[in-house]
Structure formats: C-alpha cells, structure tokens
C-alpha cells in the first residue's frame, strides 16, 4: 500500500465512521500540559472499533499517546488484530488567529507509536492501515504502518514466532 492523500468524501464509508469515531474520543484527552487533544480508533478485524486518547502526566514522560491507550484497551478486551486505526489531533484551545496553520496539518503517530503498532501490524492477517487526518477532516492521509516504519524492528529480528499470542 502507497501513500494516498484523500478528502473526507473520497473515503470508504468504514474509514470515515473510524476517524469519526477517533474525532468522538479526541474530547476526552487528558492534556493539561500541552492542551493537544488526539484521538485513536482501532478496527479489529472482526468489526469492533475501540477509542483511545492522549493521557498525561506532571512527570510529562510517564504520559500516554491515544494510539498506544486504544492498543492496551484493545488488548484488555481480547483483540489483537486490526484492520486500520484513525488518528486526529487538534489543539485543545483551538484559535481563530492559527486556523489554517492548525488545520493544515495531519497528526501522525509519534516513533513510539509507530513502534507499537508496527506490533500489532505483526499480529494482525493483513496490512494495518493508518487513517491520519486534520483537524477538520479536509485532508486524510492512508498509509500502511509498514510504509510509516521503514525496516521496522519486530519479532523476526529475534526469531521470535507470535503464534501462540495471535487472537
Ligand atoms: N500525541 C498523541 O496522543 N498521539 C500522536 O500521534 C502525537 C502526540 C499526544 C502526546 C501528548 O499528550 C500530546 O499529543 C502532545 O504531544
């Protein structure tokens, strides 16, 4: 899978419920250092979507991106495979005098994330797709995980077989 760049309307209808639903749970960030609000939506591959959203911290380290709090819920819940995960961000006091910078860009899944769901990636029976949007969903990013991750580090650099943990 290329990169493809879209508007919300070119999209399949699956993908545009999936950023809806990362828009939904984006409200529910926990961000008082840096107000940035993100939303996280996985799909399994058995149709469930499960939500996550930045959780932060005063040690600032110790806090949690939406993609890796939608993963370890997902995980919690028992899935493990997923098709695609829909990500927006937007600035929690969004301004009218940074509109248009603010909304030009795309929220991308920071390396951590990247890493975590390159994982998931190797867990999963087909390519996980990553669905990145603006703010106000007038540009949408598609690209595979593996396209976001060049020569990922992953299970077969250990000669590991996930097996026995794909669920
Ligand atoms: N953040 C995410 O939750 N996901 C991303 O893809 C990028 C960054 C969060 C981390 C932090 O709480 C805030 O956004 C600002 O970096």
């Known amino acids: 899978m290329g990169e493809a760049i ?3 309307q070119a999209l399949q209808e699956w993908q ?3 950023l809806d639903a990362a828009e939904t ?3 529910q960030a926990y961000n008082p250092y840096s107000r940035f609000s993100v939303g996280a939506a996985l799909l399994t591959e058995t149709g469930e979507v499960i939500g996550g959203a930045n959780f932060e911290n005063a040690a600032y380290s110790p806090g949690i991106c939406a993609e890796r ?3 370890v819920r997902a995980n919690a819940q028992g899935y493990r495979k997923f098709k695609a995960v829909a990500v927006m961000g937007r600035p929690r006091d969004f301004q009218e005098k940074n509109r248009e910078e603010t909304f030009a860009q795309v929220t991308a899944p920071c390396g951590v994330c990247r890493q975590m769901l390159f994982e998931a990636d190797q867990l999963s029976d087909h390519d996980l797709e990553v669905i990145m949007s603006t ?3 007038s540009r949408i990013v ?3 995980i593996k396209a976001l991750l060049p020569y990922g580090f992953g299970p077969q650099n250990l000669g590991i077989d996930l097996s026995e943990f794909k669920k």
Do not use: H, N, R
Request: no cysteine; net charge neutral; hydrophobic share 55%.
């Open 6 to 8: 879209l508007d919300y």
């Open 16 to 18: 545009q419920k999936l």
């Open 25 to 27: 749970v984006l409200i």
């Open 69 to 71: 709090a939608a993963l």
């Open 135 to 137: 703010p106000d969903k």
């Open 142 to 144: 598609l690209m595979s």
